[in-house]
């Protein structure tokens, strides 16, 4: 794992759960650029709060004083709650039948000992936090949304 980047990060996630199918090969690098870009941003603002004694979940609420964080955390919401192409409906529809792929044991450990390593990279333990703070949330947020069924790509999967 001492060779984790956010790069690798992401294209382990991808692969993991299939995402790369849905991404046309000419874009991915690009893609990867901007998105590594705005995680960096993202961790920041962590790591400043970090350094301030806030909580992930104080500092994720503040958009005045940790911008970036702040987007990340309400976006997480939004993606669950938006219309989905048919297509992308399809794809979330088998993560949604197959939660091991990105809640599974082994992504979380991963990620648990990437956050407290000391041969992770700051970048890198604070993004893993990050991650497993949402990941919690996301859950949380499934499990409500179940029983009131407003995401339309999980409606079927009850």
């Known amino acids: ?9 992401i ?3 991808m ?22 870009a705005d995680l960096m941003r993202v961790v920041l603002d962590v790591q ?3 350094s301030r004694g806030l909580t992930l979940s104080t500092a994720a609420n503040d958009d005045v ?10 976006g997480l919401k ?7 192409s048919p297509r992308v409906a399809e794809f979330a529809r088998g993560l949604f039948e197959r939660p ?4 599974g044991d082994e992504l979380q450990i991963a990620l648990g000992m990437a956050a407290v390593s000391p041969a992770s990279p700051p970048t890198i333990r604070a993004l893993a936090r990050l991650l497993l703070f949402e990941m919690l949330r996301g ?4 499990i409500d949304y179940l029983h009131k069924p407003v995401l339309s790509w999980c409606r079927s999967a009850r």
């Open 65 to 74: 004083n940790y911008p970036y964080l702040n987007r990340f955390h309400s």
């Open 78 to 84: 939004d993606i669950l709650t938006i219309e989905l």
């Open 139 to 142: 859950a949380l947020l499934l």
């Open 1 to 9: 794992m001492n060779d984790l980047t956010i790069r690798t990060a």
């Open 11 to 13: 294209l382990r996630l």
């Open 100 to 103: 091991d792929i990105i809640i």
């Open 15 to 36: 692969d993991a759960t299939g995402l790369k199918s849905l991404v046309p090969v000419s874009s991915l690098e690009v893609g990867l650029t901007e998105i590594e």
């Open 48 to 50: 400043v709060a970090d």
